[in-house]
Structures are given as structure tokens and as C-alpha cells.
């Protein structure tokens, strides 16, 4: 384990590392906040740093986006602390409110920051207030701490090594749409010669859930940040919208392939290898677009592909080749149809989209380019 630790320690300490940066950064941060504190001569010296500590994210987007909730949440939240105590309530009562602050405090935490910021500043200074008689004055200290926390966070993060979160869009894009298509082509290998086991299906759907996370943390940073445009904006919002729905629908192909009884029927076997080979080349063309879009290969026609298999599907039909297989099968493949068509389109609308992020929305991406 310590072998591990100063092994990354070792790979990290150097001035390109972002890890490093920020820790320097964040050190200096709390370095000034510690002398503001002092300096200021606040009752409560620990508040000032911890702001900081807590405000300050490794890009600008992060710490302009955490930063500006925490603060929203600390002034609701001590504004309704002060005012609760200057209801002068019983103790009971106190209380029941510190109780329910902190309760909300554990069940808020991971939907809303600025609600959790809020209750938990209330319930700090509502339990101030129960022990001290000037409690109502820890409220505005708590204000002035977080406002200045939030403040020396991002003038460190603008001021020192800033670091942009848009700047690593292309990279984290191409990662999440990577681990995505090495997810679907398990799928297809799983589906197609039942050759993948159950562990590394789940191992690479984990894969994309975790990139998927990160990438809409960094999307979300990265809007936060100064320099882009209103549509801009909304075009990161769908983009990370289009990239969750593609996941969604690998997670049901998944359970539709899992339930495929030994691969797809012979009438119709050529048809579903050539459209999923289609999409996988569809999901390697989105790749290469996500990091160089100036080298791509022509997009595929999935459209075409489909179609054909429609067709196909079509022609085993009329001919009675369904005659003897279980409805709950043909069913199957009917799920499967419609996944993977709404997967194509997923796909070409998050080539789209990133075509309108780089070159605005009047411009048109075309087969070929």
C-alpha cells in the first residue's frame, strides 16, 4: 500500500501535474485564509480555512460552480438560524429544529449542495444559539467566513496555475464514448458466440457508469466557467443528456441480449451481425470524432443498416420463420430492434451536437465530414 502511495506521490510531483497544482494552490489558499483569520481576529478562526478547503475543486468550473451553492446555501441558511432565534423558541423545541437540521443535513447531502449548505449552517448556529446567549451573531460571522472563504478560493483558482475544465472536454468525451463502445462490442461478443462471461459484462457497464459520471462532473464544470456563450452552455446540458440515454440503452440491451436463448435465430443471424458491426463502426466513428474530428472516416450510414434488417426481418416473417418460436423470443427481438435503432440515433445526435459545441448551430454535419 505505501509502495502504491509513494509511487503516485513520485509520478505526480511535477509542475504539469494537475493534482500538483491544485495542491499547491489550495495550500496557498489556506495559508491566506488562516492570516485573514488571525488578521480579522474571528471568534471562530477555523471557519475561514475550512471554507476554503471545502470551495476549492482542481478546475475553475469546479470551484466557481461549488463555491457560488455553498454561498447561497450558508446566507439561507444563517438568515433562518437568525431568525428562528430571535423568535426566542423553547429549548424542546430548539432541539426538535437542531435534529431535523442535521437529519436533513445526511439525507440532502447528495441531491442538493445549496440545501445541504443551508441546513447544515442552521443547524450550527441553532446550536450555538441553544448554548450561547449572542448566538444569533454566529449567523453573520458564518456569512462573512464563507463569503470570504469563496472569495480566496477562486481568486486561487483563477490566479494560480487556473485551469480550465473545458480544456479537457475532448479528452473526457472520448474516454466516456470508448468505454461505451467497449462496453456494447461485450455485448455483441456475449450475444454473437457467447464468449464473454457475466463479470465482464458487468466490469465494463461499471466502466461506463463511472466515466459517465465523471464526464458530466466535468460538463458541468466547465459551464460554470466564464468565456462561453448562452447555447454553449445548452449544448453541454443535451450532450451529457444524449451520452445518459445512450447508456440507458446499453444497460436494456444488456437484459435484452442476456435473454437472446443461444444467439439470434439463423433466418435473421446475418442481418444482426452486420448491424451490429454497423454500430460498432458508428461508436468507433464517434470516437474519433470526440478527439479528431479533422481525421474521421466518412459517418456510417446506420440508417441504411437498419433498414436492411427491417427488411429482413420482414421477408422471415412473411416466409413463417417465426411460426415456431416462442413469442417472449420474438418479443426479444423486437426490444432488441428498437434499442439498437434508438442507439444509432443517440449516437448521431451526439455527433451533431458536438458538431454544433465546436462550430456553432448553423453549421450542418454531413455525411462524409
Keep these: 500500500m505505501f509502495k502504491a502511495i509513494f509511487g503516485t506521490l513520485r509520478q505526480e510531483f511535477?509542475?504539469?501535474?494537475?493534482?500538483?497544482?491544485?495542491?499547491?494552490?489550495?495550500?496557498?489558499?489556506?495559508?491566506?485564509?488562516?492570516?485573514?483569520?488571525?488578521?480579522?481576529?474571528?471568534?471562530?478562526?477555523?471557519?475561514?480555512?475550512?471554507?476554503?478547503?471545502?470551495?476549492?475543486?482542481?478546475?475553475?468550473?469546479?470551484?466557481?460552480?461549488?463555491?457560488?451553492?455553498?454561498?447561497?446555501?450558508?446566507?439561507?441558511?444563517?438568515?433562518?438560524?437568525?431568525?428562528?432565534?430571535?423568535?426566542?423558541?423553547?429549548?424542546?423545541?430548539?432541539?426538535?429544529?437542531?435534529?431535523?437540521?442535521?437529519?436533513?443535513?445526511?439525507?440532502?447531502?447528495?441531491?442538493?449542495?445549496?440545501?445541504?449548505?443551508?441546513?447544515?449552517?442552521?443547524?450550527?448556529?441553532?446550536?450555538?444559539?441553544?448554548?450561547?446567549?449572542?448566538?444569533?451573531?454566529?449567523?453573520?460571522?458564518?456569512?462573512?467566513?464563507?463569503?470570504?472563504?469563496?472569495?480566496?478560493?477562486?481568486?486561487?483558482?483563477?490566479?494560480?496555475?487556473?485551469?480550465?475544465?473545458?480544456?479537457?472536454?475532448?479528452?473526457?468525451?472520448?474516454?466516456?464514448?470508448?468505454?461505451?463502445?467497449?462496453?456494447?462490442?461485450k455485448l455483441t461478443d456475449s450475444y454473437l458466440h457467447d464468449s464473454v462471461s457475466e463479470s465482464d459484462l458487468v466490469s465494463t457497464r461499471i466502466d461506463a457508469s463511472i466515466k459517465l459520471d465523471q464526464c458530466s462532473e466535468i460538463f458541468r464544470e466547465a459551464a460554470a466557467e466564464p468565456g462561453l456563450r448562452g447555447w454553449q452552455r445548452d449544448n453541454l446540458t443535451r450532450l451529457i443528456r444524449v451520452f445518459t440515454r445512450m447508456h440507458r440503452l446499453l444497460t436494456a440491451m444488456s437484459t435484452i441480449i442476456r435473454r437472446g436463448y443461444g444467439g439470434p435465430l439463423s433466418p435473421i443471424a446475418d442481418g444482426m451481425k452486420n448491424i451490429l458491426q454497423v454500430t460498432q463502426d458508428h461508436y468507433a466513428w464517434l470516437e474519433c470524432y470526440a478527439l479528431h474530428p479533422d481525421e474521421c472516416r466518412p459517418v456510417p450510414d446506420f440508417e441504411k443498416a437498419v433498414n436492411d434488417f427491417i427488411r429482413t426481418v420482414g421477408d422471415a416473417r412473411i416466409r413463417g420463420d417465426f411460426e415456431d418460436v416462442p413469442l417472449e423470443r420474438r418479443n426479444n427481438i423486437s426490444a432488441f430492434i428498437w434499442n439498437i435503432r434508438s442507439l444509432g440515433a443517440e449516437i448521431d445526435r451526439a455527433g451533431r451536437r458536438l458538431h454544433e459545441l465546436r462550430h456553432g448551430r448553423e453549421s450542418n454535419l454531413t455525411k462524409g465530414k
Design 14 to 185: 511535477r509542475l504539469d501535474s494537475i493534482p500538483f497544482q491544485h495542491a499547491v494552490r489550495a495550500a496557498l489558499a489556506i495559508t491566506i485564509a488562516v492570516v485573514a483569520s488571525k488578521f480579522l481576529d474571528l471568534r471562530h478562526a477555523i471557519w475561514l480555512p475550512v471554507s476554503v478547503i471545502v470551495v476549492m475543486r482542481p478546475s475553475v468550473g469546479g470551484t466557481l460552480r461549488i463555491g457560488w451553492r455553498r454561498l447561497w446555501g450558508t446566507v439561507l441558511g444563517a438568515a433562518l438560524g437568525v431568525g428562528i432565534l430571535f423568535l426566542n423558541p423553547a429549548n424542546t423545541v430548539l432541539i426538535s429544529l437542531i435534529a431535523l437540521s442535521f437529519f436533513l443535513v445526511i439525507l440532502l447531502r447528495v441531491f442538493s449542495y445549496t440545501a445541504f449548505s443551508c441546513a447544515l449552517t442552521a443547524g450550527i448556529i441553532l446550536l450555538l444559539g441553544m448554548l450561547f446567549t449572542d448566538g444569533w451573531q454566529f449567523g453573520l460571522e458564518r456569512i462573512l467566513d464563507t463569503v470570504l472563504g469563496v472569495g480566496i478560493g477562486i481568486a486561487a483558482s483563477f490566479g494560480v496555475w487556473p485551469n480550465m475544465a473545458r480544456k479537457n472536454l475532448r479528452k473526457k468525451m472520448f474516454e466516456l464514448v470508448h468505454t461505451q463502445a467497449v462496453h456494447f462490442e
